[in-house]
């Protein structure tokens, strides 16, 4: 899928590189592998051709290492993340991979949440996330109920308030009972699940922009509970407020 996060493994153990595509739930969180190569030099050759944003790289390989291998995908002008894996705790390989700025450095066997985290911070590096994805989904959906096209509206005019599916079926004078399950079904979505949706969109780009506190961002977006807001926004995100505010940059 076009949204996912795409992904190129290079790695020369083949039951290795295997086992990490076939055994990790890629799908299930937004991810998909384009791309493999059993070595350093193969891999520029797809990486190039993929252009995937995020490389997954062994360390020691034969032909060309994986840190020769991204120093050359550098000088070409491929601009994408990484994150190396190595079966050796080698400070030489540290301080070359420090160098360059990767994402992490895995040293195997590494635990399946240790590369979640990591991918879920690629995410937001790269401007994608699978939540993001969603809500773009939803916003640009181009809705034939009317009464859904003014549900939507009345999130945008009033997120900053309380809000309830109570309160937005009042508003379009219909019950709250038929109200949930027609924006259930014109969108794929509960309206609960829209509204956080929308409110962390918005509390995202007042975080990018302005050196207001997580509270104030929070009580901005209609969320009373700095830490239910906090919760809710690294589910979302896959970071915290105060760590999506520290890399705005």
Not at 6 to 20: F, N, Q
Not at 63 to 75: P, R
Not at 121 to 130: E, P, S
Not at 195 to 222: N, P, T, W
Request: charge should be negative; hydrophobic fraction near 40%; glycine fraction near 6%.
């Amino acid at each position: 899928m076009a949204d996912n996060l795409r992904i190129v493994i290079v790695e020369d153990e083949y039951y290795v590189r295997k086992g990490l595509i076939n055994s990790f739930p890629w799908q299930d969180i937004g991810c998909e592998i384009v791309g493999e190569a059993d070595n350093g030099a193969n891999g520029l050759k797809v990486i190039m051709e993929q252009q995937p944003h995020l490389v997954i790289a062994d360390i020691e390989m034969p032909l060309l290492d994986g840190i020769s291998m991204v120093e050359q995908l550098i000088k070409q002008g491929y601009k994408g993340e990484y994150i190396f894996l190595t079966s050796h705790q080698n400070f030489s390989y540290v301080y070359r991979a420090l160098k360059l700025e990767v994402v992490d450095y895995l040293l195997k066997p590494f635990k399946n949440e240790e590369l979640q985290s990591n991918l879920e911070k690629v995410k937001v590096k790269v401007g994608l996330n699978q939540t993001a994805v969603q809500e773009t989904v939803v916003d640009e959906i181009n809705f034939k109920n009317t009464l859904i096209r003014q549900a939507v509206l009345y999130v945008r005019e009033n997120y900053a308030q309380e809000i309830t599916s109570n309160s937005v079926a009042e508003h379009l004078n219909i019950s709250s009972a038929y109200f949930c399950r027609t924006f259930k079904k014109e969108t794929g979505y509960t309206f609960g699940h829209y509204l956080a949706y929308y409110r962390i969109h918005k509390a995202a780009h007042l975080l990018q922009d302005s050196d207001m506190r997580i509270s104030e961002v929070a009580a901005a977006c209609g969320i009373a509970d700095s830490n239910y807001f906090s919760q809710i926004f690294k589910k979302i995100k896959g970071v915290t407020p105060k760590e999506y505010q520290s890399n705005r940059n």
